[in-house]
């Protein structure tokens, strides 16, 4: 199964966006770049191997799910949240979440929706984990 279709299947990730597009505050700046900055360097200065897909939802317009993520990706933008490393920043591998949309969720929201299971399965280097467990 690839990303897109498991993505599709997880509506899990598209309920902890909506939440926290509903009326949570993103977090900090320097939250959000820290993320950011260990999906893309965390792995000893690597990008994290779980960092797939790039720019899958450019390619898939036609999918509900890409232009979802498409039209919140715009709105990120519109309010002004950016990291240096936004366009490195893909889908997680394990979470099947746009990553340049995650690293602004707050961990209140996230710890809603992101199950153990999923956590476990995430590289020790993870901000989710981290964060989470």
Do not use: Y
Not at 119 to 126: D, Q
Request: aromatic share 6%; charged share 25%; net charge positive.
């Amino acid at each position: 199964m690839n990303v897109l279709t498991e993505i599709k299947n997880d509506i899990t990730g598209a309920q902890a966006l909506a939440d926290w597009l509903g009326g949570e505050t993103p977090v900090d700046c320097l939250v959000a770049l820290c993320r950011a900055d260990c999906c893309v360097q965390g792995n000893d200065g690597k990008p994290c191997l779980e960092n797939v897909e790039p720019g899958w939802w450019s390619r898939h317009l036609k999918e509900p799910v890409a232009r979802w993520i498409t039209k919140e990706l715009e709105e990120k933008n519109r309010m002004s949240l950016k990291t240096p490393h936004d366009d490195q920043l893909h889908i997680c591998r394990v979470c099947q979440c746009c990553l340049a949309l995650k690293v602004w969720t707050p961990a209140s929201v996230l710890r809603r929706h992101v199950s153990k299971d999923k956590l476990n399965k995430m590289p020790s280097f993870c901000w989710q984990r981290k964060e989470l467990l």
